[in-house]
T-cell receptor
Framework: EAQVTQNPRYLITVTGKKLTVTCSQN?????MSWYRQDPGLGLRQIYY???????DKGDVPEGYKVSRKEKRNFPLILESPSPNQTSLYFC?????????????FGQGTRLTVV | AQSVTQPDIHITVSEGASLELRCNYS??????LFWYVQSPGQGLQLLLK??????LVQGIKGFEAEFKRSQSSFNLRKPSVHWSDAAEYFC????????????FGTGTRLTVIP
């Protein structure tokens, strides 16, 4: 089954404690991205990757890092989480970069930073 | 710059009633248009998409949307709403160029009352 898998689904952590949210897709998609969803703001892109070892900032990259060492995996790293990073995070993948390709989403990771 | 506006933050309809969710976009060229649904605790799922051709597109779960170029709109409709349609709905625009080329609206939350 084609899918994007995120882990963990829920995470509560303390300010400053490094964490990683994993994302994996089994569709051999080139393009992967991370979004955060906040009430009233919709989905905002954090980082995206056009292929292995090619990543770039989205609209809200501050406080986040990513890596793309393998095509299927695109982890999101918070080196020093802060309470304003409390949010619902989604990983997504697309077959290609063209605007007419749909995005496939993971089930989300709800992060709380206290 | 591209943008997507969903003017209704929250809509409540009775089960069995018809539904229309509004979406307006701003984009200089012909856009690629999508509607996604996010059920509680789930990721986003594609409902339907428009790339070209017939301006009335059919999607899953009995939804349809109509592209109106003159109004820069892509409204989502359903003739008879079911309780299971309660969710958040996102309109998105895909641009023809650019590396960061999928833009989401802020979402409309649908409540269905018996």
């Amino acid at each position: 089954e084609a899918q994007v898998t995120q882990n963990p689904r829920y995470l509560i952590t303390v300010t400053g404690k490094k964490l990683t949210v994993t994302c994996s897709q089994n569709m051999n998609h080139e393009y992967m991205s991370w979004y955060r969803q906040d009430p009233g703001l919709g989905l905002r892109q954090i980082y995206y990757s056009m292929n292995v070892e090619v990543t770039d900032k989205g609209d809200v990259p501050e406080g986040y890092k990513v890596s793309r060492k393998e095509k299927r995996n695109f982890p999101l790293i918070l080196e020093s989480p802060s309470p304003n990073q409390t949010s619902l995070y989604f990983c997504a993948s697309r077959k290609a970069l063209t605007g007419n390709t749909e995005a496939f989403f993971g089930q989300g990771t709800r992060l709380t930073v206290v | 710059a591209q943008s997507v506006t969903q003017p209704d933050i929250h809509i409540t309809v009775s089960e069995g009633a018809s539904l229309e969710l509004r979406c307006n976009y701003s984009y200089g060229a012909t856009p690629y248009l999508f509607w996604y649904v996010q059920s509680p605790g789930q990721g986003l799922q594609l409902l339907l998409k428009y790339f070209s051709g017939d301006t009335l597109v059919q999607g899953i779960k009995g939804f349809e949307a109509e592209f109106k170029r003159s109004q820069s709109s892509f409204n989502l409709r359903k003739p008879s709403v079911h309780w299971s349609d309660a969710a958040e709905y996102f309109c998105a625009v895909g641009a023809q160029t650019g590396a960061n080329n999928l833009f989401f609206g802020t979402g409309t939350r649908l409540t269905v009352i018996p």
